[in-house]
């Protein structure tokens, strides 16, 4: 049986590109497999018969597909198909690297060899048309070799880059000039969006399910599925007449880079941007299926801040969609419409989510909630920025912590008030008052170069060039996944005393003296050495707690096999994958430490364990979310109260910001980078 996966794209050379996957395995063959591919392409229970409405001139492709995948090869052929021969040539193809000629060559022996009224395709040009009726074209963008630029519109027929003039084209040996149809420095691949989302409508199952959103009922206060959302709500009332169709589809985009050959093979970085619909319910939502891959930026170096450039033909397309829309068949209603569509927000860890949001997330200012309101500071011997004691702020005015001289920074008492969170026009109105430019634009990099030295935001988002970005009420949300992550290892690795790795180190405690009272902590003059603290295990401790996990066992499927992270000679964790992580913070870490660490400790890490697991619940309520955005600034107090200034880096405070993300957005299930990464 063969399967056509991903694209077909197979240059004239045979080159295949990264999305072309043919498998094939020998044996007989039946072309309704074949029709089942064209049927698959379309989407579940693609409807091929009755129309009350002629589809339009791209759903009837896939007609002409399906009567494809029926026509014999020749009369009284019954293993194959016209569909089946040209998958299998295209397949050899790729697989052996043919070259144009040679594969026309072979199409006239087979149109010679088989009966006159034969459908084998005469060419290599013909062949392509024919499978080019699945619609999933893939576009080969060439880049600047530094980042500056892509050769797409206006810019198509550029020969060199017009920002630091690199050649686009790499000389051939022996040349001396610059051919056109020479090998690119670099190149972008682009699979545009919308023929990816008509697919959804052209099936029975998924076009009645892409208006679920508008048509299941919801519970008052109750979240769900993004729909069921303030930021939903909000979106549909900002623009009624593009919330009055229910086919109309709204997205969210991630990003992330990844390392195609490992972390001990070449230091190759590619960054993909994956796009998904929230139209779905809950059990088809989120779902690999339903996921678009719509751009691969090719390394071998991380985009950073250029990221941008190679948005450029998805913003146009989204800009489009929003704008104008696409004509686009129903399959379940029999009958044409215009399909328009909106980003709601951005998925990200948090290095992305500076690359895509325009805000520095290093540095002092790195929290895009607080920014300039921030009170981090820089560690006198560890060198680093600690965000303790920034969370007493977000207390009620007459809480207690907020006089204590003690128990947190030396002499300080807190009376300002936590942030105010500003909306997408005050952060777009402080953008252009800055003057910042998108990395596009001409002198863009000098202009947010000096910019960015008095100021957290480092350039103006391609993003705003959507005409309703403005009105999201969140447009990039903070990655759960790895900030519960991080979160976890400190506090592991801290109480573990992982050497390398733990927070509490003599840096901390020199520093600790500096800015905090805690006498008990302070090195022995006597004996030259720190104390252990409260909040680390000694080795007794930790060979009991490492013995429990190594014996521990879950349900099938629940989590990962955990004893294959412990090492017992060193007495710690190492290769747990951001699940094993989310599964011990949410569901071990109360019953971990129970008995092994004093009662106040053990009592502010269960508190923080049952903050995650409500806050990651696939139903909530507001009310729920409402009180965690008031009870995680006084678990963070209290975490202060134990732990070490170098304890608490960018990633301890994020959380202080999460319970208002998921009260605005929804369940965490439909914006963390789960999904995405698996």
Not at 451 to 460: D, E, F, N, Q, Y
Not at 605 to 619: A, D, Q
Request: aromatic letters at 12%; glycine letters at 4%; charged letters at 25%.
């Amino acid at each position: 049986m063969e399967n056509l996966m991903s694209h077909i794209s197979i240059d004239a050379h045979g080159n295949q590109d990264v999305t072309t996957k043919l498998v094939t395995s020998v044996g007989p063959l039946s072309y309704n497999t074949y029709e089942q591919m064209v049927i698959d392409a379309g989407g579940l229970d693609f409807s091929p018969t009755y129309m009350e409405e002629p589809p339009n001139a791209v759903a009837q492709k896939f007609f002409d597909m399906l009567r494809a995948a029926n026509q014999e090869a020749w009369p009284g052929c019954k293993n194959h198909s016209q569909l089946s021969v040209v998958a299998r040539m295209l397949n050899m193809k790729a697989e052996h690297h043919l070259s144009e000629k040679c594969f026309n060559d072979f199409c006239q022996f087979l149109k010679e060899m088989l009966p006159a009224d034969n459908a084998i395709p005469s060419n290599f040009y013909i062949t392509k048309k024919l499978v080019q009726g699945l619609g999933l074209p893939v576009e080969k963008i060439h880049c600047c070799l530094n980042g500056c630029m892509i050769y797409w519109g206006v810019d198509s027929e550029q020969m060199s880059c017009k920002i630091c003039e690199h050649p686009r084209y790499k000389r051939q040996q022996g040349s001396s000039y610059i051919k056109k149809n020479n090998i690119p420095y670099k190149k972008m691949y682009y699979f545009p969006l919308t023929s990816r989302l008509q697919r959804l409508y052209a099936s029975n199952a998924t076009a009645k399910e892409m208006r679920w959103h508008a048509e299941h009922e919801a519970e008052e206060g109750v979240m769900r599925h993004c729909s069921d959302s303030l930021a939903w709500k909000h979106f549909s009332n900002t623009h009624p007449s593009f919330a009055a169709e229910s086919w109309n589809v709204r997205l969210g985009l991630c990003t992330d880079g990844f390392q195609p050959f490992g972390q001990s093979g070449q230091q190759f970085s590619s960054w993909p941007v994956i796009v998904t619909p929230y139209n779905l319910p809950p059990s088809m939502c989120m779902k690999e299926e339903y996921m678009f891959l719509t751009v691969i930026v090719l390394g071998p170096r991380n985009p950073k801040d250029m990221l941008d450039v190679y948005l450029q033909p998805l913003i146009a397309e989204l800009r489009q969609l929003w704008e104008i829309g696409a004509e686009t068949y129903d399959a379940s209603r029999k009958n044409n419409f215009q399909m328009r569509a909106a980003l709601m927000w951005t998925i990200s860890d948090f290095p992305a989510f500076s690359m895509l949001s325009e805000w520095s997330t290093a540095g002092r200012k790195a929290c895009p909630y607080c920014k300039e309101d921030s009170d981090a500071f820089t560690l006198t011997r560890g060198g680093k920025q600690s965000w303790f004691d920034n969370h007493r702020n977000f207390l009620p005015p007459n809480h207690p912590f907020r006089k204590n001289k003690t128990d947190f920074r030396k002499n300080r008492m807190v009376t300002k008030m936590a942030p105010t969170i500003q909306t997408r026009d005050e952060i777009f109105k402080e953008i252009q008052d800055l003057k910042l430019k998108r990395v596009m634009d001409t002198g863009a990099y000098e202009t947010n170069s000096r910019i960015a030295k008095t100021t957290g935001w480092r350039k103006c988002s391609i993003f705003w060039d959507l005409p309703y970005w403005r009105t999201n009420l969140i447009c990039h949300n903070l990655d759960v996944m790895h900030i519960e992550k991080n979160v976890f290892e400190n506090i592991f690795n801290t109480v573990m005393n992982v050497e390398g790795k733990t927070k509490d180190n003599a840096k901390s405690r020199e520093d600790l003296k500096e800015f905090c009272y805690r006498p008990e902590l302070e090195r022995n003059d006597a004996t030259g050495k720190y104390p252990k603290a409260c909040y680390t295990l000694d080795k007794q401790s930790k060979i009991v707690l490492c013995e429990w996990l190594r014996n521990l066992r879950f349900p099938d499927g629940y989590a990962s096999n955990m004893s294959r992270c412990i090492d017992m000679r060193k007495l710690k964790l190492f290769g747990m994958k951001s699940h094993d992580c989310h599964v011990f913070m949410k569901r071990l870490l109360p019953i971990a430490f129970k008995e092994l660490l004093p009662l106040g400790v053990c009592r502010a890490l269960t508190e923080l364990s049952n903050f995650f697991k409500e806050l990651t619940s696939t139903t909530i309520r507001e009310e729920d979310m409402l009180r965690l955005n008031e009870e995680i600034p006084l678990i963070l107090c209290k975490l202060e109260r134990i732990f070490p200034q170098s304890f608490f880096d960018s990633m301890e405070h994020l959380p202080v910001h999460l319970a208002y993300e998921a009260w605005i957005a929804g369940p965490i299930q439909y914006r963390w980078m789960y999904p995405f990464e698996r």
